[in-house]
């Protein structure tokens, strides 16, 4: 079981802030420190979002990733990142990034996907705004895990509908909900992933802080995953 601290966009640009997220995250028990990697101005609409400035502001620099790849590599945890264009996989492979992930709004990039594949490396994809009723048919020499979301932010615990999911065939479980009580939930119905927002305070500016855990959360997250391995 590993737990995944999605920091996101949490840093607000502030690459000290960055550190310390992977610090903390690192120190209360994730054994990954995530990022977005993503060109704001393609991905992000600008008429209607409230964000735009905010999304351009985390937008991640080259140089950025390859500060937060050794900041990583220094505090002995995983670098990991959600990649939304070919030319960004490339930035990844410069720093050897081990794993990607294909967010939910990816999934049918299917020139992303065959250029993740190409890397040979393992892919996790979140499945949040699929639709199938089969798992998509992606490959990766490497490997390809799933992880069950559900694309709404914040999630309700009465839109996750558990009894639903198979945790012997998804991977894990990328949680949009408030606390942690979802994520246990999921760890003990099988779930051998966990991926969550995480910051060092919920009332910082920015869409994702709001719902993600804290430091402490974080520890008491990894004390039930701990306590769990234990009892089973």
């Known amino acids: 079981m590993e737990i995944i601290a999605e920091i996101g966009q949490n840093h607000n640009g502030d690459m000290q802030l960055a550190r310390r997220l992977i610090a903390e995250a690192k120190a209360t028990g994730a054994a990954v420190a995530k990022f977005q990697v993503y060109d704001a101005r393609a991905l992000f609409p600008k008429e209607g979002n409230e964000w735009f400035d905010y999304n351009c502001k985390t937008e991640l620099s080259r140089s950025d990733v390859e500060t937060l790849a050794r900041e990583c590599e220094g505090q002995g945890i995983e670098f990991m990142a959600s990649v939304f264009d070919v030319e ?14 294909i967010a939910s709004r ?24 699929w639709d199938g009723s089969e798992f998509p048919k992606l490959s990766s020499p490497g490997g390809v895990e799933y992880l069950y979301c559900v694309s709404k932010y914040p999630t309700e615990m009465s839109d996750l509908h558990f009894s639903k999911v198979d945790f012997s065939r998804y991977a894990g479980f990328s949680d949009h909900t408030i606390g942690i009580e979802a994520a246990t939930i999921a760890l003990a119905r099988g779930a051998r992933i966990i991926e969550k927002h995480f910051t060092l305070d919920k009332t910082m500016h920015g869409p994702d802080h709001s719902g993600s855990m804290t430091p402490a959360e974080l520890a008491a997250l990894f004390r039930f995953q701990n306590n769990l391995a234990l009892a089973l």
């Open 88 to 101: 960004r996989v490339g930035w990844l492979e410069d720093v050897g990034m081990r794993r990607y992930k």
């Open 106 to 129: 990816s999934v049918r990039d299917r020139e992303l996907i065959e250029t993740v594949a190409e890397t040979g490396k393992p892919m996790l994809v979140s499945l949040g705004m």
